[in-house]
């Protein structure tokens, strides 16, 4: 009755270390989100990034050019977010960074009073 | 049965454990995520030190009207006069990393028509200053008109233009623009409008530019 035991136990967790590294496995191939695992994290230059908006005679948002994007980050996503207030977002877009990185204009976001816009989120993502 | 337990539990633990390291070697990925803050104010410009104003008359080219204490605008043919007014904006300390959330510019009506009269608000993009005259006026470059004034006929009121976009323009690059033509076109009709200029000894009489911007 030992020796089963032992062998039935033996055979659990070799059963149970495969299925594990096989999903680990997966993981590594098949996934492409940045949370799916606890990746090496680093950025592409980025120290931080300024912004200039425009509006129209109304006063509403029209674009915002963002400016000093590293080259380092050329094919990485920039989403640039319009905030409120609160924190609240106002709208909000992406784009590929080009070679070279620089200046990037973004548009697009609706009708925006610039009133009510009070700042801007960043992020720059890619692999 | 106990030792099969543990088994079974050591068996999971270990698992577990080479699944977590498996996914410390995923990929490398670049993540960047900042915020910018804008600060919000108010600037309101007048009188001589931020603004410049005149205008200039058909019937006399050559005249310069920098130091008048109104601002005369008429249609009559051959003897049209148009206003000129624009604000230096750096007493308001903007920078140009900043913009206008709203712009609202006031001309104070000091003399009304005898009727009511639709003048144009045409931005100046060449630079002028207080010399300018008719002749000179002819060689400035303009914008569209953008906006109108309906003076009505009573006088001592005070008249409102939304200049949001030009000002945000000239936060950015102080050579956008150079203020405002205000005009009629040309008619038979002989009738005048005064305006107060930065020179008016009555300081709610002077041309005033409200600019609502961040930074």
């Not at chain 1, 680093?42 to 674009?63: E, I, K, W, Y």
Request: aromatic content about 6%; some cysteine.
């Amino acid at each position: 009755m030992k020796l089963l035991a032992k062998i039935l136990g033996l055979a659990l967790a070799v059963a149970a270390t495969f299925a594990a590294c096989g999903a680990a496995a997966s993981l590594a191939l098949g996934s492409q989100a940045l949370s799916a695992g606890n990746a090496s994290v680093t950025t592409c230059g980025v120290a931080s990034l300024s912004t200039t908006r425009s509006v129209d005679n109304s006063g509403n948002f029209t674009q915002i050019v963002v400016s000093s994007v590293p080259a380092a980050c050329a094919g990485e996503t920039l989403s640039v977010t319009l905030v409120n207030g609160s924190g609240g977002p106002l709208g909000s877009s992406s784009a590929v960074v080009p070679a070279g990185g620089g200046a990037m204009t973004f548009s697009g976001f609706g009708t925006v009073s610039a009133t009510s816009l009070m700042g801007f989120e960043y992020a720059v993502a890619g692999a | 049965m106990q030792r099969l337990v543990l088994i079974f539990a050591i068996a999971i633990a270990a698992s577990t454990s080479i699944a977590y390291a498996a996914s410390l070697n995923v990929g490398s990925w670049h993540l960047w995520a900042g915020a910018q803050t804008l600060t919000k104010a108010t600037c309101t410009l007048s009188g001589t030190t931020s603004t410049t104003d005149t205008y200039v008359d058909e019937k006399n080219p050559a005249t310069t009207a920098g130091g008048s204490t109104t601002l005369s605008v008429g249609p009559k043919t051959g003897q049209r006069t148009w206003a000129f007014v624009r604000f230096d904006l750096s007493s308001c300390s903007i920078p140009a990393t900043g913009g206008a959330d709203s712009a609202t510019l006031n001309l104070r009506i000091t003399t009304a028509p005898a009727s009511t009269r639709t003048l144009d608000v045409t931005p100046v993009l060449s630079t002028w200053d207080g010399t300018l005259t008719w002749t000179g006026a002819q060689a400035l470059t303009y914008g569209s008109n953008f906006a109108t004034i309906t003076t009505g006929t009573t006088s001592n009121v005070t008249k409102s233009v939304t200049v949001t976009a030009d000002i945000d323009a000239l936060i950015k690059n102080g050579g956008a623009n150079f203020g405002w033509r205000i005009s009629e076109a040309s008619s038979v009709t002989n009738v005048t409008t005064l305006f107060g200029s930065a020179e008016n000894a009555t300081a709610g009489n002077q041309p005033q530019l409200v600019v609502s911007y961040e930074k």
